[in-house]
């Protein structure tokens, strides 16, 4: 073969082959420029609920292509917050994870969350003065701390009270308006060996919304303790004299108040809404309860929110954190908070979505969830602070006392006063 014929041909091939590395290049770029952002989210989520929500993020995820929400499941409240404080200690947090709004204090204290206010109050993709108006107030306010907006609300729950129409109907009681409506059942309920209500282990979540009730917050608005307040105590003594009287009892190794309303020894019991797909699923076919709207105080029936926040933590880039609120945003469209509600038990956080007609078709087939949703009016939003997950920590122990050791409630409730008082102070000078 001709010398240059062959040197001609080893040049078009070289130059085919420099083609070919540079497409394949581009090629690699463009695949690469094109990968959707990774969005890491972090429950609690388990079984239905855990299914229900993957739903979402997978529909999430097919609605656009430049991000992709992966989910993990931590499997419980405590395991959840023992992984964040964990990651942030090691710099490994995810993109965004669900959270109870008290620990909101708690986080920025430690410096490891930060605000949505950039993509929720003025970015491009920002919420529209109608669709914040949509969210309850309570709500939202749930997840502000030092004027902004660290918490969204998704999975909410309200308190509600449950009742047994069988016995109802039996002993000839109405529905409590008040707290003292209980103590007035003893005369017919304490010779069947009956109690009027029953509670979770602890009462702490009720006593919040009697002392609220009755004008006073455990922890104010203004970072001062009220343990010690006249509303206060006469709240402990109030839910204390009714457990003296045998017409209240709290769960004990039951865990929860659902274990003696299905078994029929008590005629009411006071939980989280979130429960009542619980006891649809185990309260005997032949029991025909309900639920209606917590006792109250003068008119006032108000609680303390329960469930979880979406926060945003530190470290996230710029496009993660757009696409964190792209994905919380999809969460707050009304059939998607309507489709959360009626698929776990909690409220829909939105009114749109409370009005939405599938979840309006849910409530005509599942009426037990209409009195959730209607607390979510009166619903108030607890303080949040720096400290609060001690200051948690020394209620529940008070509150244990009164109940296993028979502490008089004014003594513990002082002693509280002074732990709460020391933490408060602690928390403010950092």
């Not at 970015?123 to 004027?147: C, H, T, V």
């Not at 009426?367 to 303080?383: C, E, G, I």
Request: hydrophobic content about 40%; charged content about 15%; some cysteine.
């Amino acid at each position: 073969m001709n010398r240059r014929f062959t040197h001609l041909l080893a040049a078009v091939a070289g130059l085919a082959l420099v083609a070919t590395l540079a497409a394949c290049g581009q090629t690699k770029a463009a695949s690469k420029a094109a990968a959707p952002v990774k969005i890491t989210y972090w429950h609690r989520m388990t079984g239905a609920w855990n299914k229900a929500q993957q739903k979402m993020i997978d529909d999430f995820n097919a609605s656009q292509k430049q991000y992709k929400v992966v989910a993990v499941s931590q499997g419980s409240y405590d395991a959840l917050q023992q992984k964040i404080m964990a990651a942030a200690k090691s710099k490994t947090l995810p993109t965004m994870a669900q959270a109870p709004y008290t620990n909101i204090g708690d986080y920025v204290k430690n410096d490891f969350i930060q605000p949505w206010d950039s993509e929720m109050l003025t970015g491009a993709n920002r919420l529209s003065a109608s669709q914040l108006k949509d969210i309850y107030p309570s709500f939202l306010a749930a997840g502000q701390y030092q004027g902004k907006q660290y918490g969204v609300p998704y999975s909410v729950s309200t308190r509600v009270l449950f009742y047994n129409q069988d016995l109802m109907d039996q002993y000839g009681l109405t529905l409590p308006k008040t707290w003292a409506d209980f103590a007035a059942m003893s005369a017919k309920l304490k010779p069947a060996g009956l109690t009027a209500v029953a509670l979770d282990q602890s009462y702490d979540v009720e006593l919040e919304g009697l002392a609220q009730q009755s004008g006073a917050k455990l922890i104010g608005a203004n970072g001062k303790a009220n343990l010690t307040a006249p509303t206060t105590l006469a709240a402990v003594n109030t839910l204390l004299d009714l457990r003296k009287a045998g017409m209240l009892r709290t769960a004990g190794e039951d865990g929860y108040f659902s274990v003696p309303f299905i078994n029929q020894k008590v005629v009411f019991g006071i939980g989280s809404s979130a429960s009542i797909p619980i006891l649809q699923q185990q309260a005997p076919k032949g029991l025909h309860w309900g639920t209606a709207a917590i006792p109250g105080v003068d008119g006032h029936n108000g609680t303390a929110l329960n469930g979880n926040d979406n926060v945003l933590f530190k470290g996230a880039t710029k496009a993660q954190k757009a696409g964190a609120w792209a994905f919380q945003k999809f969460l707050l469209k009304a059939k998607n908070s309507a489709y959360w509600a009626a698929k776990s038990g909690y409220v829909p956080v939105t009114k749109a979505g409370a009005a939405d007609a599938t979840y309006q078709q849910h409530l005509k087939a599942n009426p037990t969830f209409k009195a959730a949703v209607d607390a979510s009016n009166n619903a108030f939003a607890s303080t949040i602070f720096a400290g609060y997950t001690d200051y948690r920590n020394a209620l529940m122990t008070t509150v244990d006392d009164t109940l296993t050791k028979n502490t008089e409630g004014k003594t513990a409730f002082t002693a509280l006063q002074a732990k709460a008082e020391a933490i408060l102070k602690a928390n403010q000078s950092r």
